[in-house]
């Protein structure tokens, strides 16, 4: 079994010990588990943690992330953004630890629907102006974080908004600086398996897997269809690894640019 394989299998059992969203929240409304934020609601989980939405003392929206699994992972890819400033990136505020010592990270709220909300709406894909407009949000958000050595490791529509029409890429939890000179070797699974790069499974990458991603993401906005979709996590990993992509009702030119 070559090493590639025994890569693409890890992977797989990555994927399937991550926690489905949904639930019961630690917090309810009018905690105040972290001191200056009062918490409204819980907005979402997932495999990292819970995020709510919470007034500041001073009246302040904001979100607040709980990091319950992956503190590591999840604080490198935190803290490298906490200083990055740009119209379609969700802002990150603050890390704090809570009187228990639990991890949050303080960020800007995001009132609108994500794009996979979006999508779920529109299961034929999107007309293409409205395509061009999530397109183009996202891939600014991209280049802002490539031109500052940084790869995302984990763009799908689940992770793109929309506030008062302005697109909004989030979830740095796996964002990862990669350096000019040396590509990246990990132990952590990245990303979502149905926008992984084939080079993930390979344990090397650099920004090609944010592009990768990008183009999964248009072909998915256009069509409503993904170009690699299987019954299983590791169906679908071997068709990123070895069959060409299913572009099927999508034309050109944006045919030409996801091939």
């Not at 943690?49 to 979100?63: H, M, P, R, T, W």
């Not at 964002?175 to 990245?190: A, F, L, N, P, V």
């Amino acid at each position: 079994m070559n090493a590639k394989t025994d890569e693409a299998r890890r992977l797989v059992d990555a994927e399937a010990e991550s926690p489905p969203a949904g639930g019961s929240f630690v917090y309810a409304a009018g905690a105040r588990p972290l001191d200056g934020f009062t918490i409204k609601r819980g907005v979402g989980q997932g495999g990292f943690g819970e995020i709510y939405y919470a007034l500041s003392d001073g009246g302040k929206q904001v979100a607040l992330k709980l990091i319950r699994r992956h503190l590591d992972v999840e604080l490198r890819g935190m803290q490298q953004c906490l200083n990055l400033s740009h119209p379609h990136l969700v802002a990150l505020y603050d890390i704090r630890n809570d009187a228990r010592g639990d991890t949050w990270v303080v960020m800007e709220y995001v009132s609108g629907p994500s794009l996979e909300d979006v999508l779920r709406e529109h299961p034929l894909g999107l007309p293409p102006a409205a395509a061009t407009s999530w397109f183009h949000g996202i891939a600014s958000a991209v280049a802002y974080l490539h031109d500052r050595g940084i790869v995302h490791r984990d763009l799908k529509p689940g992770n793109v908004f929309s506030s008062e029409g302005v697109v909004k890429v989030g979830d740095y939890g796996l964002s990862k600086y990669i350096s000019c000179s040396r590509r990246s070797g990990h132990t952590e699974s990245i990303g979502t398996v149905h926008y992984m790069a084939p080079e993930i499974a390979k344990g090397c990458y650099g920004k090609e897997i944010d592009i990768y991603a990008l183009g999964v993401i248009l072909c998915e906005v256009l069509t409503g269809r993904l170009p690699f979709d299987g019954e299983t996590v590791g169906e679908v990993l071997m068709k990123h690894l070895a069959d060409p992509p299913d572009l099927t009702g999508l034309e050109e030119p944006y045919r030409s640019v996801v091939a």
